[in-house]
């Protein structure tokens, strides 16, 4: 009974040290390293920055209008109703001029949550990169996969568009605006602005384009959270109006910096604490 009591005073604190560290390791260390989707429903748990996802769905590698690109990350997962909309925009795309179909950078991780680098947001499975590259062809390799890069479509830092900007670069965009799933799309000022310059007809699609830091190899695209999932988290809508001359603004301060204000220190990381409950079950989930 003594070496049973000695055996435990060692192993129960040690088992406690183990314990400690993983919870309190970062969150992205966390879910940046699951493998494969829990066996749960699927649902968006949180909001875009600060949640995980359920029940993930992968997107196939390869389809008949798309391609999933950088395998290697393991980041071609999200909730259904967003597998659902790629498929409904490559088809989409795979009907322009040049355009085979798409191809698909970062969804979400197999559990979503944190990333171990790149974005703070594309944590519950509703946000989706678009490379700016129309694919020649769908054949692509896994090896092409990792070392093919998109191509960037700005000039001077985002204020405007290169050459390689096409209309229908537009086009695509406009279809994914449209899309009754999206919320926001992400994009680079100077190509809101030549948007705007360059849209007729229905103009009420130019609203869900947000200018934002970089996104010139990529245009980011936001769904809306999917009717009925209560535990998922909607951004407040875009401003009223089409957006241009805020997209102005931007492009403005690109070419006539305002001051550069103080630098903030970057906040701590997301513990599985700053997450929604339920993400504890979806990382336990087998």
Not at 27 to 38: D, I, N, Q, T
Not at 49 to 70: D, K, S
Not at 253 to 259: E, H, R, T
Request: positive net charge.
């Amino acid at each position: 009974m003594r070496r049973v009591l000695a055996l435990l005073a060692v192993v129960v604190p040690a088992l406690a040290m183990l314990a400690a560290p993983t919870w309190a390791k970062p969150a992205r260390e966390l879910f940046g390293h699951v493998k494969h989707a829990s066996a749960q429903r699927p649902a968006a748990l949180g909001s875009y920055a600060r949640g995980c996802l359920a029940g993930a769905v992968q997107l196939p590698e390869t389809g008949p209008t798309w391609q999933a690109m950088r395998l290697s990350r393991n980041r071609n997962w999200g909730h259904p109703a967003l597998i659902a909309f790629v498929k409904r925009l490559s088809r989409k795309a795979a009907r322009m001029p040049g355009w085979k179909g798409i191809y698909v950078g970062d969804m979400s991780q197999p559990r979503g949550g944190p990333m171990l680098t790149g974005h703070a947001s594309h944590q519950i499975g509703l946000d989706v990169d678009i490379w700016m590259r129309p694919p020649k062809r769908l054949n692509l390799s896994r090896e092409e996969r990792e070392n093919m890069s998109s191509i960037s479509t700005r000039r001077a830092r985002g204020a405007y568009v290169n050459g390689k900007w096409t209309r229908q670069h537009m086009t695509l965009i406009r279809a994914a605006a449209r899309d009754p799933a999206v919320a926001r799309i992400f994009l680079f000022p100077g190509a809101k602005v030549w948007m705007c310059r360059h849209a007729t007809g229905d103009r009420r699609w130019l609203r869900k384009v947000r200018p934002w830091w970089g996104h010139h190899a990529h245009f980011h695209v936001r769904l809306s959270c999917p009717k009925g999932e209560g535990g998922c988290i909607d951004q407040p809508p875009p401003p009223p109006g089409d957006g241009c001359a805020e997209a102005q603004r931007w492009v403005d301060d690109i070419l006539n910096p305002p001051p550069a204000p103080a630098p903030h220190p970057p906040g701590p990381p997301l513990l599985l604490d700053d997450l929604p409950r339920q993400c504890q079950a979806v990382l336990s989930s087998r």
